[in-house]
């Protein structure tokens, strides 16, 4: 199932990100997708159609390497806990004014096969079905070393089977509970202002929930709410029950979205001020912001 990388087309990919950047006009590029912190490009190419996930610019080798040492070990990790995880490659290329920029490549998957849509157009049976396999798969992987952030949009089903597709920011910790991902590099498109605070707070607390099946469930159901799906909310919660040694309950999710979602906001909003401040001293603004999440 592996393919391969269309270096010409990424390489003009990037091309139209900076063009983009330069003007600040993003029509030439096809979004498939976003999530808080990145934009997933599609790339049509004559082998294929990609979704293409830029990554923060890497300052040199040593930083790029690495990274692609986190991914691989991410992606094999998660295989040996029983995680199907999307064939992702990373591909690079040096800038012209230094750095290294890179994507994480996957193939195009179907978005009507997203489980955040299927949650809406499949039955109350079929979430249930999916909620239990689900389950198995957070059960399997997490521990306190191996992360997942396993909202629905990080899931497509196909033919029955439970893809995970969020591999851009690796999440493992080593034994003292560091986090082994670049944590500043991939922070690096918050205000400089909040980026220090962030780095500290988030080391622990932010990420804390995504290292156990208590805190990836509880931060999955939050998110239902996101995706208007608050009605499923019960029924999963009592079949969660079974699997989890302090039960969750509705105000426990309901709290924590919205502590979740307020602290989002807040980070989108500083990063727009951010922005304006760039365009206002006329330097072009380095990153593409997600557009702003209905919460
Ligand atoms: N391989 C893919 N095929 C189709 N759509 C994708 C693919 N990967 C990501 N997307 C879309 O982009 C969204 C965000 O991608 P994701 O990898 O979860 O990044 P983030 O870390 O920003 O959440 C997904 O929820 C999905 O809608
Ligand atoms: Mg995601």
Redesign the pocket.
Known sequence: MTFTVPDRDLSSLEDRVQTALRTSDDTGLTLLGH?EVTLVLELEARSGSFACKRLPVFPDRARLLNYEQTLRTYLRRLREGGVRVAETELWHQPRPGGGIVGYCVQETLPRKRLCSNLLHSESEAWAADFFSRFLDQVEGAVSPTLGL?A?A??WVDIDGELLYI?VTSPLMRDAAGRELLDVRLFFASLPWLLRDIVRVATAKSIFDKFYSTRGVVLDFLGNLHKERLGHLIPGFLAQAEARLDVPLTEQEVADYYRADARSWAFIQRLRKVDRLGHRLLRRPYPFLLPPDVDR
Request: glycine residues 16%; charged residues 35%.
């Open positions: 999530g952030d909202q949009s990080n969020d």
